[in-house]
């Protein structure tokens, strides 16, 4: 367990920020699997005060997902605060998290995103700012640098810790690395020696196994998973049981995985509307069906469903299709 100011979570795992993933449909879904925090996709604080009407949408937050943190990012203190403010007094978001992590040049270009990670001095002014604006506890999700030649992640942290940031979630990766090459956590481990907050560890966990190793190695107080838990929620299940008894849970079956599916559909056609969800939702059935043999007729069908009854038809028949496999291959044995 752990705490990010006076926001008790449930247990050590979290659900990292992903952009154009991380609605509400998506992490309600993950919520249920256990995950002690959630985190919102980021949300563009230029966006929430020009009262973007899709941005305001990406603001909302079921109250059956709570704890969750809501990801703001920008590159200009003035704009950051505003919205840091908006976030505060007009939702239900338990935190507010800075963005200085993300690697891709749209964001970078604007000041935004890794590009703090080259200033120590720009991330204490940014972040002691918002702190003092807002009355929610305020945390930042950062990368370990820019590139090999420029790794100020301890530094960064400590400035994040002097300007009053209440934890630091970090992934072991520079801004070069994209999401490619091997994850740092020896650089996690530096971070959660240098400062007294508490330090989340991200990248690389793709196991529960990972994430105890994770947690034991950098001595990290709680683990953020991402990609591993696209079309996936039983991983975060699976690592939060791992985690309390040591037991390894059994890998859902065919049956199950395209029920949770199903839900995750039907959630977003709730949050957005049948016409988008259902395009929304062709990745997700994509990742869903990942692993399981024999897919490949049914993921090149997904990605022409323009509908709920064609795309859960498409699910309910490959369902079928595999576990009529399945019991032919019993008898045979």
């Known amino acids: 367990m752990f705490k990010i100011g006076d926001i008790q979570m449930k247990n050590r795992v979290v659900l990292a920020p992903m952009a154009g993933v991380c609605n509400a449909a998506f992490r309600l879904t993950v919520k249920e699997f256990g995950a002690g925090l959630v985190c919102a996709e980021m949300v563009s604080d230029k966006a929430i005060l020009y009262n973007n009407a899709r941005t305001m949408g990406m603001l909302y937050i079921d109250e059956r997902e709570k704890p969750l943190s809501l990801q703001i990012f920008g590159g200009e203190k003035d704009t950051l605060v505003e919205a840091a403010k908006f976030v505060d007094k007009n939702t239900t978001a338990d935190i507010i998290d800075i963005n200085m992590g993300c690697p891709v040049p749209k964001i970078t270009k ?19 700012a918002v702190v003092d604006a807002v009355d929610k506890p305020v945390t930042v999700k950062m990368r370990t640098g820019w590139d090999s030649d420029h790794i100020y992640a301890v530094e960064n942290a400590q400035m994040v810790e002097r300007a009053g940031g209440q934890a630091i979630a970090l992934h072991g ?23 007294n907050i508490p330090v989340i560890g991200n990248g690389d966990v793709q196991t529960p196994q990972d994430a105890e190793r994770m947690l034991k190695t950098t001595g990290a107080d709680g683990v953020m998973i991402g990609r591993a838990a696209l079309g996936n929620p039983w991983m975060i299940y699976r690592t939060v049981k791992y985690l309390e008894t040591g037991e390894l849970s059994e890998e859902p079956d065919v049956r199950e995985k395209m029920t949770v599916c199903k839900l995750h559909l039907d959630r977003l056609i709730d949050l957005k509307g049948e016409y988008v969800a259902v395009r929304e939702m062709r990745k997700h059935a994509a990742w869903y069906l990942k692993g399981i043999r024999g897919n490949a007729n049914v993921r090149s069908g997904v990605n022409t469903c323009n509908t709920r009854e064609e795309l859960v038809s498409l699910l309910d028949e490959f369902t079928e299709e595999m576990e009529a496999k399945q019991e032919n291959s019993a008898e045979a044995v």
């Open 110 to 128: 604007c000041d935004a995103g890794a590009r703090w990670l080259l200033d120590p001095n720009k991330i204490y002014e940014m972040v002691s």
């Open 173 to 195: 990766r520079t801004r070069v690395q994209m999401y490619e090459g091997h994850a740092d956590w020896d650089m996690i481990k530096q971070v959660k020696e240098s400062v």
